[in-house]
Antibody, heavy 119, light 107 residues
Framework: QVQLVESGGGVVQPGRSLRLSCAAS????????MHWVRQAPGKGLEWVAV????????LYADSVKGRFTISRDNSQKTLYLQMNSLRPEDTAVYYC????????????WGQGILVTVSS | DIQMTQSPSSLSASVGDRVTITCRAS??????LGWYQQKPGKAPERLIF???SLQSGVPSRFSGSGYGTEFTLTISSLQPEDFATYYC?????????FGQGTEVDLK
């Protein structure tokens, strides 16, 4: 059974950094690309970033490009999101998400972790 | 980027009603679309993949249809546990994009 557990959220001041982690179990992480998706309070879902199975390819939403970095450590079965230069509009629940075997959307989600950017 | 326009943004319905939600893509996406249900405080869950394939474990009252630019999620007979927010997601090309969501509440 797929299990994804995010950690590392909290309250941070604008301009500061935060790193989220997502511990994966119940599936073969090293064979799967992985994503981050976020949801601002009371708003819809926004795709944030994807990393390929081996970490060699990464893509980002324009809203976070140049500030966020997605990475992974397959030996530790963990996905990361390094968030720099945080802005109030980055306040959201962040989900790590697993695509299905054919990249047809997400068949596994973490419980989500709240990041609040506020002075 | 592909824009996904979802309608309606909200709807009120009764138990037993037939409910239809639509997503329109700004360009053709073949059948690279899924539907997700999200309840308050919870992560989304996939209902439909490849536009019309039912996710394992999802009740058969949920169905999806469409190809290219027009897609529909139908709930044939709304049940109390179906009151939630629904999103479409296109995965044809990056950035993957969600519809704005449809909140289904009790009339």
């Amino acid at each position: 059974q797929v299990q994804l557990v995010e950690s590392g959220g909290g309250v941070v001041q604008p301009g500061r950094s935060l790193r989220l982690s997502c511990a994966a179990s119940g599936f073969t992480l090293y064979a799967s690309g992985m994503h981050w998706v976020r949801q601002a309070p009371g708003k819809g879902l926004e795709w944030v970033a994807v990393v390929s199975y081996d970490g060699s390819n990464k893509l980002y939403a324009d809203s976070v490009k140049g500030r966020f970095t997605i990475s992974r450590d397959n030996s530790q079965k963990t996905l990361y999101l390094q968030m720099n230069s945080l802005r109030p509009e980055d306040t959201a629940v962040y989900y790590c998400a697993k695509p299905d075997s054919y990249d047809r959307g997400f068949d596994g989600w973490g419980q989500g972790i709240l990041v609040t950017v506020s002075s | 980027d592909i824009q996904m326009t979802q309608s309606p943004s909200s709807l009120s319905a009764s138990v037993g009603d037939r409910v239809t939600i639509t997503c329109r893509a700004s360009q053709g996406i073949r059948n690279d679309l899924g539907w997700y249900q999200q309840k308050p405080g919870k992560a989304p869950e996939r209902l439909i993949f490849a536009a019309s394939s039912l996710q394992s474990g999802v009740p058969s009252r949920f169905s999806g249809s469409g190809y290219g630019t027009e897609f529909t999620l139908t709930i044939s007979s709304l049940q109390p546990e179906d009151f939630a927010t629904y999103y479409c997601l296109q995965h044809n090309s990056f950035p993957w994009t969600f519809g704005q969501g449809t909140e289904v509440d009790l009339k």
